[in-house]
């Protein structure tokens, strides 16, 4: 289906003058300054890779959350929004709160606590070297495919309403990235991560507060949506969801769960070292518990500033999503075009760029931890001086964002950049989580059942889609497909983890001490900081809270 | 596993091998100095406030056509002026507690005794 860049609707070109380029160029500026001031504080590997271990866990928060709010959640979800409705809040609270918080409670302390540098290393402590080398590849790969994506998104954006060539589009944005993870590593990807979050803010709620008031607020929006093409369904979340042919996503209440709220969602959240990265970089494990936690809050409410937009382009632009209208992917800069005067439509433009650049930065400060690590350290040359390991991460920084420019060009190859990165979430990590959950809880598990459970899995996860494209597997939509293939992997992997283990002898207790539920290692010392111990500081109650108010916000949406 | 000929000083090299030592106590003061001076609150409150600036005096010259597009709201003036207001809270967030930078917080790293924490674990 390369019908992608063809359908990049020519009449959608937003009116920037000198002033919105230079609140542009201000932010930029910002940034690559940031870069070179990260540059001096950035002494060891430890600094570059991990932020030297030293962030607070507001800053750690924020930067797990936009870590993720890049080309994903911006113009992803808002064309969600277009074509399913209100369910598209199921990404939300279903599909990212609980994970989010059973990271924080659950699992954080074993990836803080053992020391880890990043999520294959767990595996390699916990089983053994090949699975360390799996993962680390398979990560290595989806992160350079996601940049990919990302970076072409950004490019649609730069040159649909700035009327930049693609290619310069590109290039120029990896540049921006390259140049400042290069410098500053994760410490200047995780500050810019945090301020793009507030610019974004400030770029979104004009838009949907402006588009609210356009269409006589939320009763005329849904007055409105009623008449559309969605219809009464596309207002509500579970309605019609038990038959599972009478909802916009054409989903079984049970997929929903198990499939997004579960297996995708726990996967994706909970062993994404792209995530998990910004956990480790917290200064204790209180912060690093913290961490996604306080991601969950805003994550509650970011709907509003792109469901909503969705909504309000699906009644006002009639032609989205038609063969011969604009892309679902372009609501929120078809709302920008209409609505902002130049100056507020500055911010949205940086507000978007930065996002972009953001999520790119996430997946190539992932990329060249793990590259790093766990496959040059760790499988090729072991035993050289940190100095050499800071140098090389700096050179697969460089790589990876090559890499991705050339993997921007396959992204456009999909009709959906949500539904590419969905599918792709269902390769990798559901059966990762499958993995890490019985070896977590099950002393017992074997090494070589890390390694075989994790194959299987993906293998199995790629079957699955494969099969469907082929016409084998009747899901229904590309989004149910990926429900369901992430499922089958988890069962396989969790089958074949189950039967390898039991046929293969274990690991002994000690080797496993701090990484399994119930082993803990009592000679690790206790990081907890004076002001921890306020109930505000604690993450079972904020889990909570977190989880309680996400179930309480689908009340007006059943 | 540590470099000796890393120029880098014995303090960081406690850092690089010593992992566990997650407050950075072996900081440089050249290095806590830069911490402070770019904390991110401080960039953020800066980048506000010039952004608020801007859209407020564009927000105040705006003519017809510009409130026209935006409903009839003067949606520069009112994001200039919450952008104002945002910066200047992280300015004074940062004034309040500077010591809450990404440095070493002194108030913070009192580590508590250990039976105290150990539910926490």
């Known amino acids: ?558 | 596993m540590h470099d000796p000929a890393n120029a880098s000083g014995p303090a960081d090299a406690t850092r690089a091998t010593d992992p566990a030592d997650p407050a950075g106590a072996g900081d440089t003061g050249d290095r806590e100095r830069a911490a402070r001076l770019f904390d991110i609150r401080r960039i953020i409150g800066g980048l506000f406030l010039l952004y608020g600036v801007i859209l407020t005096v564009v927000g105040l010259l705006d003519g017809a056509a510009a409130v026209q597009k935006a409903e009839g709201v003067r949606i520069n003036l009112w994001t200039g002026v919450a952008m104002i207001v945002v910066g200047a809270v992280f300015l004074a967030w940062e004034r309040l507690r500077p010591v809450d930078a990404p440095g070493a917080p002194a108030e913070d790293t009192t580590t508590l005794d250990t039976e105290e924490t150990a539910r926490h674990a």
């Open chain 1, 1 to 558: 289906m390369p019908t992608h860049l063809s359908l990049a609707a020519p009449d959608l070109r937003l009116d920037v003058n000198l002033l919105d380029y230079a609140v542009l160029a201000i932010y930029f500026i910002t940034v690559l300054g940031i870069g070179f001031a990260a540059r001096r504080a950035v002494r060891t590997s430890l600094d570059f890779f991990l932020s030297g271990r030293s962030l607070p866990a507001w800053i750690t928060g924020l930067a797990f959350l936009s870590a993720n709010l890049g080309a994903t959640e911006i113009l992803g979800m808002a064309a969600n929004g277009v074509q399913y409705g209100v369910a598209t809040v199921h990404y939300y609270w279903i599909g990212a709160v609980p994970a989010m918080v059973f990271l924080g409670i659950v699992m954080m302390p074993f990836y803080y606590r053992s020391k880890v540098h990043s999520v294959p290393d767990f595996l390699r402590r916990r089983f053994n070297g090949q699975t360390q080398l799996l993962n680390a590849i398979t990560f290595a790969v989806a992160q350079i495919l996601i940049a990919g994506i990302n970076l072409y998104a950004l490019a649609l954006v730069m040159g649909a309403l700035l009327g930049w060539p693609l290619l310069l589009s590109i290039v120029v944005s990896a540049a921006i990235v390259l140049a400042y993870v290069v410098l500053g590593g994760l410490s200047s990807a995780i500050y810019n991560e945090v301020m793009q979050f507030f610019v974004i803010l400030a770029g979104l709620i004009p838009v949907t507060v402006l588009g609210l008031i356009k269409v006589g607020g939320f009763s005329g929006l849904a007055d409105k949506v009623r008449r559309s093409a969605l219809g009464d369904p596309g207002l509500h979340a579970w309605a019609g969801t038990g038959s599972g042919a009478t909802n916009p996503l054409g989903a079984h209440w049970i997929g929903i769960v198990l499939g997004l709220g579960f297996v995708l969602s726990f996967g994706y959240w909970t062993t994404n070292f792209a995530e998990v990265q910004r956990g480790l970089s917290a200064r204790n494990t209180t912060a690093a518990r913290l961490t996604p936690i306080i991601a969950a809050y805003p994550k509650l409410v970011i709907p509003a500033v792109t469901v909503i937009p969705g909504l309000v382009a699906l009644v006002l632009f009639s032609d989205l999503g038609k063969p011969d209208g604009p892309q679902y992917n372009y609501a929120i800069p078809l709302l920008m075009e209409n609505l902002l005067p130049n100056g507020v439509l500055g911010i949205a433009v940086t507000g978007l760029l930065a996002s972009f650049m953001a999520g790119m930065a996430a997946n190539i400060s992932g990329f060249n931890t793990v590259f790093t690590y766990d496959i040059w350290r760790s499988h090729v040359k072991k035993d050289k001086p940190d100095e050499y390991y800071l140098k090389l991460g700096r050179l697969a920084t460089v790589a990876g964002v090559v890499l991705g420019v050339g993997t921007a060009l396959i992204a456009a190859g999909f009709s959906n950049i949500m539904n590419y990165l969905q599918t792709l979430f269902s390769f990798f990590n559901a059966p990762l989580f499958a993995t890490f959950i019985i070896g977590l809880f099950w002393k017992r598990m074997t090494a070589w059942a890390g390694f075989w459970g994790l194959l299987t899995g993906t293998v199995a996860a790629f079957a699955s889609y494969i099969a469907f494209k082929a016409g084998l597997l009747n899901f229904g939509t590309e989004l149910n497909a990926s429900f369901w293939g992430a499922g089958i992997a988890f069962v396989v992997d969790a089958l074949v983890s189950v039967v390898v283990t039991l046929m293969t002898a274990p690991k002994p207790e000690r080797e496993l001490r701090g990484l399994v539920y119930g082993l803990s290692d009592a000679s690790l010392a206790d990081d907890t900081l004076a002001g921890d111990r306020a109930w505000y500081r604690s993450p079972v109650l904020l889990g909570a809270g977190a989880i309680i108010l996400g179930a309480a916000l689908y009340i007006p949406f059943i």
